[in-house]
């Protein structure tokens, strides 16, 4: 359902309880105001690289000529930590082929000068050896203009571990630049097609793509998890009950069950920052509205009341506000509220089309998908100067952006022809976004809410 599944989903939704056909369907127009004005410019700044970002050689891992230790452990670890860091938006890795052969770690000031004779002003030096069933990985970070060494740490592992110790090393190079880890630990939940055609399940997956597990199986729709606060638990809506219910399901596949509701078609359920409440949509009488429940079903609450359609619900990281979507002013368009329902206000202001809006960590940013001519895009909005820049480019319909749990990076899905894969890259639209994915089609990617 191509750039409409925020509000389409819904009518994607009423189509499948009226036994309308659903899969391949073309989406009903959605119906407009007259006389709101749109504004033609809308985001046409691709952001470039901001901020000061660290010169850094990371030569090959040093470990012992056995070839199957290469294989289990040191080839995946490096390559790991170098995908990890030159996509961190921190780092900037300097060129294998200049590196200078030896000088390991750099001993004097002209052993330091050959290593920045490449651009890079640090140098990452790591070693990985067998001991016993497990490796260890020594790794050093020498400052290359003082010629010291700024960073030792030493981890332990099965060999099998080696790509969680190549995550767990780059968090830790990051957290020394910039006072917190990077997002390398953490997971992305997503609904994929990939075992069965007409079926979509709830899997989760490393940050990069890496450890894709399926958790649900359900043999039905299950659609557009979200994380819980703490990251045990997600939520989603799923067709298990013939009509589009919220379920809540454990990380790990455990203790399913259904939130109750009395509601129809409901669709987009967000966690609130405590993990007690949930924001969706919901049917009354045909018309889909705002609603918040309790994870037990109790406290249901309408926020909305409106004749237009109102969508997506996300929650602010203070918890004090929600964003959705709504054409109550013509086309879709990000409003906000508080918690009552009050103070509605339209964030949006130019574009013909803009839905799922995702707040950043910190509540200073929106992320959403944007249109003004041809597909969808990903955009980034400051919510206090209202400047928005779009990070996404290329064909295909970008959309469904959410936040890594330190705000660096941003995970959306792209349709392109008939494949929609999930993409990763850095929030300020630097570098270039990475496809995470290649199995069936994969949407609505959700990022767990927790570094570690």
Not at 50 to 67: D, E, F, K, N, V
Not at 70 to 94: C, E, I, M, N, R
Not at 295 to 300: E, F, K, P, Q
Not at 413 to 433: K, P
Request: proline letters at 8%.
């Amino acid at each position: 359902m191509k750039g409409v599944r925020g509000i389409g989903a819904l009518l994607a939704a009423a189509a499948l309880l009226s036994g309308a056909p659903l899969l391949g369907q073309a989406p009903r127009p959605v119906p407009t105001l007259s006389g709101v004005a749109q504004p033609a410019d809308i985001y046409t700044t691709i952001t470039g690289p901001t901020g000061a970002r660290r010169p850094l050689a990371i030569p090959m891992t040093i470990a012992p000529l056995q070839p199957e230790l290469q294989t289990k452990a040191v080839d995946p670890f490096y390559t790991t930590l170098s995908d990890d860091l030159a996509g961190s938006g921190v780092f900037v890795v300097a060129d294998p082929a200049l590196y200078p052969k030896g000088l390991r770690p750099p001993q004097n000031r002209e052993e330091g000068d050959a290593w920045k004779a490449t651009s890079a002003q640090f140098l990452l030096d790591t070693h990985l050896s067998p001991d016993g069933g497990n490796v260890v990985v020594e790794a050093m970070l020498w400052d290359l203009g003082t010629i010291k060494s700024i960073l030792h740490k030493t981890y332990t592992g099965e060999p099998r571990a080696a790509r969680r110790i190549a995550h767990t090393l780059a968090s830790d190079l990051v957290r020394q630049f910039t006072g917190k880890p990077g997002p390398f630990l953490t997971r992305i939940a997503f609904s994929s097609d990939r075992d069965e055609a007409r079926v979509k399940e709830v899997y989760t997956m490393d940050f990069d793509g890496e450890n894709q597990r399926r958790i649900t199986s359900s043999r039905t729709l299950s659609l557009a998890p979200d994380w819980s606060p703490d990251g045990t638990k997600l939520v989603y809506q799923s067709y298990e009950k013939d009509t589009p219910g919220l379920w809540l399901i454990g990380k790990d596949g455990a203790d399913k069950r259904q939130i109750p509701v009395p509601t129809q078609l409901n669709a987009s359920p967000s966690f609130s920052p405590d993990g007690k409440t949930i924001a969706f949509c919901g049917s009354v009488r045909g018309n889909t509205e705002i609603f918040t429940v309790q994870t037990d079903g109790s406290g249901l609450k309408r926020l909305t009341e409106n004749a237009a359609i109102d969508s997506t619900p996300r929650w602010s990281p203070n918890g004090r506000e929600l964003a959705f979507t709504s054409n109550r002013q013509g086309t879709p368009q990000i409003f906000m509220m508080d918690l009552e329902g009050a103070n509605v206000r339209r964030v949006t202001l130019a574009g013909n089309w803009n839905d799922e809006a995702a707040f950043s960590p910190d509540g200073g940013r929106l992320a959403f998908a944007c249109r003004n001519e041809g597909d969808f895009q990903i955009c980034v909005m400051d919510l206090l100067s209202g400047r928005t820049v779009q990070i996404s480019s290329g064909p295909g319909a970008h959309e469904a952006p959410t936040w890594s749990p330190d705000g660096s990076k941003i995970a959306w899905d792209v349709q392109r022809g008939s494949s929609t894969q999930i993409a990763v890259g850095n929030a300020d639209g630097s570098g270039t976004a990475r496809i995470v994915t290649s199995s069936g089609n994969n949407y609505s990617p959700s990022w767990v809410k927790t570094l570690e």
